[in-house]
């Protein structure tokens, strides 16, 4: 099994390349119940403000009388910590795994406020047209970084061609597949060659941002995980906050208009190539998932 410091550095999935804006310190940082004016605006932090979607939901939001101001990061580990110190107020670009990891890290009780979408991993075959169609021993490669290669192998064994010790966990490895059990054999490669991997081997487990930069189309998905089970729940992406705001008014409303937002809600399926799921997960739902997958990492200590 993992540990939580190899678990930290895997779920982002992204190299290090530094902030992008700067915040003020937490003690600059101004009561939450005054936010959302212009001269006190509600700060979000996200990874890729840039994305059509994030401008024409902050013009939505100021539609409904709420000013809010962005603030891009160049890389996952930092809203977090950002949000954490009180450098924003909300954050918006993690699912639950990662905010579990984080909070277990670092000692802390970031809260999901809202949901807005799962990003189904898929599994691409550019040779086979179904999973019954992959003959037994071939092989599968998968993205090697421990998070996503633990969700590539709850994908494999739903689709019926692998079998994991104990039914499989988030933190689950190619060592607890069972063999004599399985349809097919797993080669663990970097998340970028999954893709460039897909002529040579009867199929791929490929991130979402990796399929679209190859091209690859919805058409080729033989199999993904399913995000009405509540296996896939931990991967849904949510909105945090601070526990302290976590019952926030204006808060909860800018979770509102972004999912009742159709124009943004369709800018986030048309940015992920059409892969999104959108979803509206009760806020209860968020946090006992939260518990539960918190309550795992420090078994695993």
Not at 119 to 134: A, K, R
Not at 184 to 210: E, Y
Request: charged share 20%; aromatic share 6%; hydrophobic share 40%.
């Amino acid at each position: 099994m993992p540990t939580r410091k190899k678990l930290a550095a895997s779920i982002a999935g992204i190299a290090v390349v530094g902030l992008l804006a700067g915040c003020g310190g937490a003690s600059d940082a101004p009561a939450a119940d005054d936010k959302g004016t212009d001269a006190n605006p509600v700060t979000i932090g996200v990874v890729g403000a840039s994305d059509p979607y994030w401008e024409t939901y902050v013009d939505a939001a100021a539609d409904e009388g709420i000013s809010v101001e962005l603030v891009d990061f160049a890389e996952y580990t930092q809203p977090n910590p950002a949000l954490s110190e009180g450098e924003i107020d909300i954050n918006q670009f993690q699912h639950i795994v990662y905010l579990a990891q984080y909070n277990e890290e670092a000692g802390q009780d970031l809260q999901p406020i809202g949901s807005t979408a799962i990003y189904p991993l898929p599994l691409y075959s550019t040779e086979y047209d179904s999973v019954e169609d992959i003959p037994d021993g071939a092989e599968i490669a998968i993205p090697n970084d421990e998070s996503n290669q633990a969700r590539a192998l709850l994908v494999l064994q739903s689709a019926g061609l692998i079998e994991l010790e104990d039914g499989g966990t988030i933190f689950s490895t190619p060592d607890d597949i069972i063999a004599e059990d399985s349809r097919v054999t797993v080669n663990p490669l970097s998340a970028d060659l999954t893709a460039t991997s897909l002529p040579d081997v009867a199929g791929a487990i490929i991130n979402n941002d990796f399929a679209t930069k190859a091209g690859l189309s919805p058409d080729d998905v033989i199999a993904q995980d399913d995000p009405e089970d509540a296996n896939a729940l931990p991967y849904a992406n949510v909105f945090a906050t601070r526990s302290a705001d976590a019952d926030n008014e204006v808060y909860a409303q800018l979770v509102e208009i972004f999912q009742d937002t159709t124009t943004v809600t369709d800018g986030l399926i048309e940015n992920s190539g059409g892969t999104a799921v959108l979803l509206k997960t009760p806020v209860e739902d968020l946090v006992s998932s939260l518990e539960a997958v918190q309550s795992d990492i420090a078994d695993v200590g």
